[in-house]
């Protein structure tokens, strides 16, 4: 030991203090001349060593120091901490405000290929399905016999009333809607960029007696259930109809016909071969007319973002199914532009669901 370390260990030698070992005196971590509270100990440290280095190092009576530093001290850091946040703060909002001054509220920035959503192969739209009481779960279950509660018809119908009351009023959006029918395609676009949409009610879907109605029950009643089907929106997405029989596919070229070349075809069908013989007949009701498939026109389309755009949509009635056995449906959207699998398990340009009538 030379004469410092002596000196220091024999004069300084303050209650409370903090215990080094020697082996860390000459560190320069411990400085002997601003460690004035440090006792020089030959050997390893105790325990106690260890629970009295805590405690003085959290607050030592004699300095009046809180982890190691005095109020002077913590109060230099935090202005510093402070002015260093605020100013972070202050460029981190003032590059959001300059990015949402600079962000298009109404159109993408990205579109078609190089959206967010779209696959290897190009944007491909999907479908969607009312009623749907929980969005991550596709089983529709109910009792004909049960009026309300859980597993009801009211449940459903409800929630198809929900969903679809924007097709049954006219709102305040209503008077920038359009009767699309009889204007040119080529004029549309224009009146869909000046925020116009086209009408669609739910008298649209059918006019005439229409069997998925609310006082008809939708048909839960009497186990003949209706299903809303939808096209889920992409901005700027404009339909590509067949043209010709040829180029349908085989599944629904039997059901082709001419009139079809301005529609989206939507057909529903059992997923499996022993869900096609327990799903015994399936009416489309749609404005296409046809019950063997339904149809939505091209001319709703592309979407733009408008005010108060109505989403259009068609009736999946099943007419006969069984009682008692769980049926997985699937409903396929059919045109030139929309891709379909010859995976029976693949959802590209589909939706599925399960129906469980008691």
């Known amino acids: 030991m030379d004469s410092n370390e002596e000196s220091y260990e024999k004069t300084f030698l303050p209650n409370p203090y903090i215990v080094r070992p020697r082996t860390l005196l000459r ?46 001290e913590w109060a230099k850091l935090g202005c510093c901490y402070f002015i260093y946040l605020f100013t972070l703060g202050i460029l981190f909002s003032a590059l959001v405000i300059v990015y949402m001054l600079l962000l298009d509220k109404k159109t993408p920035r990205r579109l078609g290929n ?25 089983l529709l279950k109910w009792r004909s016999s049960r009026k309300v509660g859980h597993e009801s018809t009211g449940e459903l119908i409800e929630n198809i009333l929900e969903w679809g009351k924007i097709h049954t009023v006219k709102d ?8 699309c029918a009889a204007i040119p395609r080529h004029l549309l676009i224009n009146y ?16 005439g007696p229409n069997p998925c109605t609310k006082p008809k029950s939708f048909g839960y009643h009497k186990g003949r259930p209706c299903i809303a089907i939808k096209i889920n929106r992409i ?3 404009i339909p590509e109809p067949y043209q010709s029989k040829e180029e349908v596919p085989i599944e629904i070229r039997h059901l082709w016909q001419p009139v079809m070349k301005n ?24 404005i296409l007319g046809n019950k063997a498939i339904g149809g939505i026109p091209t001319y709703f389309y592309p979407f733009l973002n408008q005010p108060g755009y ?8 099943f007419i006969k199914i069984e009682s008692n056995v769980l049926l997985n449906i699937v409903c396929r959207a059919y045109a030139r532009n929309i891709r379909q699998s010859t995976d029976i398990e693949d959802m590209t340009g589909a939706v599925h669901f399960e129906l469980f009538f008691e």
């Open 27 to 72: 560190s320069p971590l411990y400085p002997i001349k601003e460690n004035r509270d440090i006792y020089i100990k030959d050997g390893s440290l105790t325990g106690l060593d260890y629970l009295s280095n805590i405690r003085n190092y959290l607050w030592n009576r004699e300095t009046k120091r809180f982890c190691a530093r005095d109020g002077l």
């Open 310 to 317: 109505r989403q259009p949509y068609i009736w999946a009635q």
């Open 235 to 237: 901005f700027g997405w």
């Open 172 to 179: 305040q959006f209503h008077q920038q809607m359009i009767d």
């Open 114 to 138: 190089d959206s967010a959503i779209a696959f290897d192969n190009g944007i491909n739209p999907g479908l969607g399905f009312r009623p749907q009481l929980h969005m991550d779960r596709s």
């Open 192 to 207: 869909f960029r000046q925020g116009l949409s086209c009408i669609f009610l739910v008298t649209d879907v059918k006019p």
């Open 263 to 286: 529609f989206i075809l939507i057909k529903c069908f059992g997923q499996y071969p022993t869900d096609e013989d327990l799903v015994h007949e399936v009416d489309h009701i749609s």
